[in-house]
């Protein structure tokens, strides 16, 4: 069982930028794929940006150029660094390996 912590989120006003952390316990971290999901309140958990062990990348169509995702093997971490945000990117998000296993969220509000 890969143990995902996250770390970064907070509150933030619009326009602003916060970068995400998630560390994962594993030594086999370089071949996970990893992603980042969001969940708002009353609403379904989302895929925001995915990076496959490869290093290729994914995103959502609403985070397409003011979010990018990244990975550092070395450190078993993968970081998502949000810009422009606005108070719609209000959820906790969650960090993913490989589909299966879940960090344990954090959350990030975009308000005035």
């Known amino acids: 069982q890969v143990q995902l912590v996250e770390s970064g989120g907070g509150l933030v006003q619009p326009g602003g930028s916060l970068t995400l952390s998630c560390t994962a316990s594993?030594?086999?971290?370089?071949?996970?794929?990893m992603a980042w999901y969001r969940q708002a309140p009353g609403k379904q958990r989302d895929l925001v940006a995915r990076?496959?062990?490869?290093?290729?990348?994914r995103y959502a169509d609403s985070v397409k150029g003011r979010f990018t995702i990244s990975r550092d093997n070395g450190r078993n971490t993968v970081y998502l660094q949000m810009n422009s945000l606005k108070p719609e990117d209000t959820a906790v998000y969650y960090c993913n390996a490989n589909d299966f296993n879940w960090g344990q969220g954090t959350q990030v509000t975009v308000s005035s």
């Open positions: 990076i496959f062990s490869n290093g290729i990348t």
């Open positions: 594993s030594s086999a971290f370089s071949i996970y794929n």
